[in-house]
């Protein structure tokens, strides 16, 4: 389902400063973490991966597809329907009810909008009753989980979470790991988890060590 080899990225301005990444490669339906320390590229490489950056060299290949070849378009129209991203920051459209922001999932995805899908996975997290809340109404740890429902409204085969459990209290961080493995074990999605979170470490079989070397040229 993943493969990267041979990824290098550098951040314009980054003066000269290029990111080697291990190469690794992920099954379909299976569960990984990346590991590594505040600041070491565990973002970067998660942003590569799900194609809003694109590196300057190697292969990132999802479901047998080198999006690294892909033209603009094509990689929006393909990251829409086949990727599912949980932020470190919901991002969540704060105007907007709960509803509303799951709907524009699927329109931002070219997909129909599917009122039932969205009831469905509210109910599955546990917030069938905030369908018609506003984002401001709810606590850290709901809008969270309306992240994660957002990310998976469109049945991805790949989901990503960049550090979804960094601001949840125990309580909180068992529930949302528990509800985001749930719901990617029902779709069959692989999912790819970014995390210095030694909580979750227990939790996942394969877990990659990110020790990215930063090569000054």
């Known amino acids: 389902m993943v493969e990267v080899k041979n990824v290098q990225y550098s951040y314009p301005g980054a003066g000269h400063r290029v990111m080697h990444f291990p190469d690794f490669s992920i099954q379909p339906g299976e569960h ?3 590991l590594g320390e505040s600041g070491g590229g565990k973002t970067t490489l ?5 194609g809003l950056l694109q590196s300057q060299q190697g292969k990132i290949e999802l479901a047998g597809v080198d999006i690294t070849k892909l033209s603009p378009a094509a990689l929006d129209q393909f990251r829409g329907k086949k990727i599912g991203f949980i932020f470190q920051k919901n991002h969540l459209i704060n105007t907007l009810t709960v509803k509303q922001n799951l709907m524009a999932a699927s329109f931002f995805a070219g997909n129909p909008a599917d009122s ?3 009831v469905e996975i509210l109910e599955e997290l546990g917030l069938a009753d905030k369908l018609h809340a506003k984002v401001t109404e709810l606590s850290v740890g709901q809008a969270q989980r309306v992240a ?3 990310a998976v409204m469109n049945k991805p085969a790949l989901i990503l979470a960049d550090e979804p459990t960094s601001a949840l209290d125990d309580k909180n961080c068992e529930k949302v790991i528990s509800l985001l493995l ?6 069959w999605a692989t999912l790819l988890v970014a995390t210095h979170d030694q909580r979750l470490k227990e939790r996942f079989k394969r877990q990659i060590e990110l020790k990215t070397p930063i090569i000054n040229q």
């Open 116 to 118: 039932e899908r969205a």
């Open 46 to 50: 998660l942003h590569l991966v799900g």
């Open 148 to 150: 994660i429902a957002r």
């Open 32 to 34: 990984s973490l990346l």
């Open 182 to 187: 749930k719901l990617a074990n029902h779709s």
